[in-house]
């Protein structure tokens, strides 16, 4: 897709925004305000369409979730109570009063028959749809608030992570937990799927992506650190990448196995992200902060195969075409960055990296805000998007040292004693030293000035071009140093 390429018009309220959601089937976007208001938009190019303004809860909606046919809303409160909406008139379908003892954090979408309930005490809810909204599971395995929850339909698994610092996991048609993972000794605030099912990701508070090998669940099998604060949201695009929010405002891709930051796909201009979510049709990302607004975030490049050059470029680098180091690797999607952030510095990824690849400067995202003058009307921000891509840091050549130095004419050791070389006409040649220790001739009689010009050829006097170009080349060297075998006898670091 053209850089240059339009974006939805993003969403401006006059209160927080604390939650975001797609719908599954339909250009439809819903969000939750801290004031308990819930709107639905519908999003295009050309502009969005407000469907409907609804005040569902007396305090503030903490969580939404379409239902899988897309034509119902789920929301949670702080006021304990959950209920669903229809999407098309709006009006209410059913509705559950204390259903948690404690303000309810998550509500999540299950399947055409169960919705998970979460609160801030560290309570699991299952609930049944089919018998009046009433709770089949409870389970209090957590002593601490419920972050976020992901399900896993191949194996009816519900997975929930929790500020106590534990993963749970639970069957969904069974009263025990399925498993409880150890203490990772820091909050889990986010959780996904991927390779599969083979690997579940977590985001921690420190900025660290925790990695469990599905089945094995007591503590994390690798970890992948580089997020400089907390990752607050994990969402899926492809088995091998996903893209955080973290609490300083970016919106990163990454890719896992091997573990790689390919990009920054928006910027919220420092503020903490609250929620990023994917559009059904994989084309658009929605992200919310705390700046009132909803963000529409272009990530169709990363599946539309052979939409332009730059797509292949972009997909080489994700499919693993181009081996570059993890710590060297520049970022190769940065769209929609405002134009005050002119430079990523990626070398987070490895304390011991000294490689580091920034982006260019591109131009920004423009917002203005439009006024409305009915109280908690809604307001549509033009952005603007204008991006580019920066690709990473070259790797110049070596240079390597050739000598010219002059060819003689070589004579062969004389055998015999009374022998002396002799030229054409028969005299006597002193040119040579037919009675030379080694057996090969002397270099003639510019032996000196030959031999010093040689040295000065041999050593030159490094420039300040050439020394940075060494200096790059030995921390290449560093990170693979099979990467590139140096010649014998040269050394870059004395010129360091």
Excluded at 99 to 114: F, L, P
Excluded at 184 to 207: C, F, H, N, P, Y
Aim: hydrophobic share 30%.
């Amino acid at each position: 897709m053209d850089d240059n390429a339009e974006r939805p018009k993003s969403l401006k309220f006059k209160e927080p925004v604390i939650d975001v959601a797609f719908s599954p089937t339909s250009d439809l976007v819903a969000s939750s305000l801290i004031t308990g208001h819930v709107f639905i938009h519908q999003y295009s190019l050309t502009g969005n369409t407000r469907q409907h303004r609804l005040k569902p809860h007396r305090k503030s909606c903490r969580s939404l979730c379409f239902g899988g046919d897309g034509l119902s809303l789920y929301t949670a409160s702080k006021d304990k109570s959950w209920q669903s909406l229809d999407v098309t008139t709006g009006a209410e379908l059913t509705r559950v009063e204390e259903a948690h003892d404690k303000a309810i954090n998550i509500v999540k979408y299950v399947n055409e028959q169960i919705i998970a309930t979460g609160d801030e005490s560290g309570g699991v809810k299952l609930w049944d749809i089919r018998q009046n909204n009433r709770p089949a599971f409870t389970f209090k395995e957590h002593v601490d608030y419920i972050s976020d929850m992901v399900f896993n339909t191949d194996k009816r698994h519900l997975l929930a992570t929790s500020g106590d610092g534990c993963l749970s996991v639970y069957d969904v048609r069974k009263s025990k937990p399925f498993h409880v993972s150890e203490n990772q000794d820091d909050e889990l605030l986010s959780v996904a799927i991927m390779r599969g099912g083979k690997k579940v990701v977590v985001g921690e508070t420190d900025g660290v992506l925790g990695i469990f090998t599905y089945g094995q669940f007591d503590d994390v099998t690798d970890r992948f650190p580089g997020h400089p604060q907390s990752i607050d949201s994990i969402c899926k695009l492809t088995e091998d990448l996903c893209v955080t929010g973290s609490s300083d405002g970016l919106l990163r891709i990454v890719q896992l196995f091997p573990h790689k930051l390919v990009g920054v796909a928006g910027d919220h201009k420092s503020l903490p992200v609250e929620k990023v979510v994917l559009s059904y049709d994989q084309q658009w990302l929605a992200s919310c902060s705390h700046d009132h607004t909803v963000h529409f975030w272009d990530i169709g490049y990363i599946f539309n195969d052979g939409a332009s050059d730059e797509d292949e470029d972009v997909d080489a680098g994700v499919n693993g075409e181009e081996q570059l180091d993890a710590q060297a690797m520049a970022i190769q999607v940065s769209k929609g960055i405002v134009d005050d952030e002119p430079e990523i510095d990626i070398d987070g990824l490895s304390d011991g990296s000294e490689l580091r690849a920034r982006s260019d400067p591109e131009p920004g995202v423009d917002s203005s805000d439009e006024e409305d003058e009915d109280e908690d009307e809604v307001d549509i921000v033009d952005s603007d998007s204008d991006s580019g891509e920066s690709d990473g840091p070259d790797s110049d050549d070596d240079d390597k040292l050739t000598l010219d130095q002059p060819t003689k004419p070589l004579v062969p050791k004389s055998t015999s004693a009374k022998e002396e070389p002799t030229d054409a006409n028969g005299s006597k040649n002193y040119n040579e030293d037919a009675s030379d220790s080694d057996g090969w001739g002397s270099w003639g009689d510019s032996d000196d000035e030959d031999n010093d010009s040689a040295a000065k050829r041999r050593k030159p006097k490094p420039t300040k071009a050439e020394k940075l170009k060494a200096k790059r080349a030995a921390l290449a060297e560093l990170v693979n140093p099979d990467k590139k075998k140096r010649a014998s006898g040269a050394s870059f670091f004395a010129d360091l």
